[in-house]
Every structure is written in structure tokens, then in C-alpha cells.
């Protein structure tokens, strides 16, 4: 009997603490799914606001450039200041960031550029004739593999709408005879006014951000993993000690009844709970049970 009695009350534990673990399981899983993807997508804004920072400096130095330095600098055929085009002046000031910064990088792409070092490389090229096609196509972001990590990349085009630039990139023959000299009659010609010639790209490493927001789950997960082993230890105790334990004492109470035995003393009906409820539904049957055996002795 007492086997049995602990089997019920082993099974009552068994299934609450199934259904206990299934729920925190449930839980864990909702909300570390939910936590890892907010995580990487503050990770990836924030690499995209970096981004958005440098692209705005570089214009910025850009427009420097073009309204301070090249008034400067007056025409002179014999003589070509590299430092009065804008793209050089912004392409020299970023690189001085990557000496500090190493997986930093912004570049003019073009794919038909003066500088050589300007030209589009395979994936570069791709994005600048996804702007060719829609020119009113305003930014492109997104993710690729560097040898060093995962890189985010902001791009935007870069199109003709001053036609004084043309001035330079029409014909090598109506170029400036020293910036021929530089950069030679093959390279940076047969630009057209408002066409899309290439694109202002910045590309900033997202292995940081995503190794902080992966530190950050972690170490959420784990704190939310501690709680949950807390509460579980925590309810099974309070199950033990306001349920299983009355129950298991009201068991073996019966059992010791149904052989005979009434010297079994009642039980504490303080509170209002299921619990003292059943105690005092057991405490009238018991004393039912023994006024029955005595009317069934006195006949």
C-alpha cells in the first residue's frame, strides 16, 4: 500500500514537472529565438549607421573640396593638382582612417574610371549596374564575406549632374593635357551627362558588433536558463510542501482506515484552500466510519 501511495504521489510529481519543463522549454526557445534575431538586427543598424557616417563624411569632404580647395588651385595645362578632384581629395582622407582602421574601407568605383585604382572589381561592378538600371535607385546595402569576416557595405550611385565635369571625361583630346600625361587617353572617357558611371561604396566590418550581440545572448540566455532553474526547484519544493505531502499523509491515512485501524488522528483544517478542504471532507468520513462500526456493534 505504501508503494502505491508513493507511486501516485511520484506520478503527480513526474507529470508536473513534465508539463513544468515543457513550458520553460517553450519559453527558453520563444524568447531566445526572439532575443538572438532583435540582437543581430540592432548589430546589423548599428553597423549601418556607421556606415551611413562615413558616407556622409566622405561626401562632406567632397563638397570641402570642391567649394575650398579647388578655387585654390586655378587651371593650368602644363600642371594637374590631383587633390582638386573631389573623389581623389575623399579616397586619400578615408585612407588615412585605415590606417587605424583596417577593415574600413570606401572607394569610388567606377567602371570606367581616370584613376586605375578607382575601377570596379567583379562585386562592385554588379551594384554600380543595379544603379545604371535604376537610376532613381537612391542606396543598396547589404552583407558579404571578406577575409576577414563579414563585412557590411553601404552603396550609393554616383551620377553626372554637373556637366562641367564633362570637361574632363568627354575626350581625351579635350581633357587637360597634364591630367592626360597622369592618367594616359584610355581611362575616364565617353562619361554622359546624368549617366550613373559608378558608385560611392563603404564597407564596414560587422565581426564586433555581432560577436557583442552574440556575448550579449549568451549571457541573457544564461541569466533566463539560472531563473528558470530557480523557480523549478522552487515550485517543486512548494509542491512538496503544500500538496504532495498532505496528500501523501491522507493516502496512507486511508489505507490504514480501510484495514481497521482508527487510531489514525484527524487532520488540520486551518485555511480555505483545496487542501483543508479535503481534510475536512476526510475528517467527516473518518468520523462517519466509526459512529457506522459502533451502531453496527451495539446491534
Known sequence: RNRITKGATMGLRLKFNLVLLLVFALGLGVTGYISYDLLHKNAREEVLRSAGVMMEAALSMRGYTIGQVRPLLPYDEEKFHPQSVPAYAATEIMSQLRKKYADYSYKEAALNPTNPRNRAVDWESDIVNVFRGDPDRGEISGLRDTPTGRSLYLA????????????????????????????????????????????????????????????????????????????????????????????????????????????????????????????????????????????????
Open 156 to 299: 550609393r550611385p554616383f551620377q553626372i549632374k554637373d556637366k562641367a565635369c564633362l570637361s574632363c571625361h568627354t575626350t581625351a583630346a579635350e581633357a587637360p593635357p597634364a591630367m592626360v600625361r597622369i592618367y594616359g587617353p584610355n581611362n575616364g572617357y565617353g562619361w554622359k551627362h546624368m549617366e550613373v558611371i559608378g558608385a560611392q561604396i563603404v564597407s564596414v566590418p560587422m565581426s564586433l558588433p555581432i560577436e557583442n550581440a552574440n556575448r550579449a545572448f549568451y549571457t541573457f540566455m544564461i541569466s533566463l536558463s539560472t531563473v528558470f532553474v530557480a523557480l523549478f526547484i522552487i515550485l517543486n519544493l512548494m509542491m512538496s510542501l503544500l500538496i504532495v505531502r498532505p496528500i501523501t499523509k491522507m493516502s496512507e491515512a486511508a489505507n490504514e482506515i480501510s484495514t481497521g485501524n482508527l487510531e489514525i488522528p484527524e487532520f488540520s483544517e486551518k485555511g480555505g484552500d483545496e487542501v483543508a478542504l479535503l481534510s475536512k471532507s476526510f475528517n467527516r468520513m473518518r468520523r462517519s466510519l466509526e459512529k457506522a462500526i459502533e451502531l453496527i456493534d451495539k446491534k
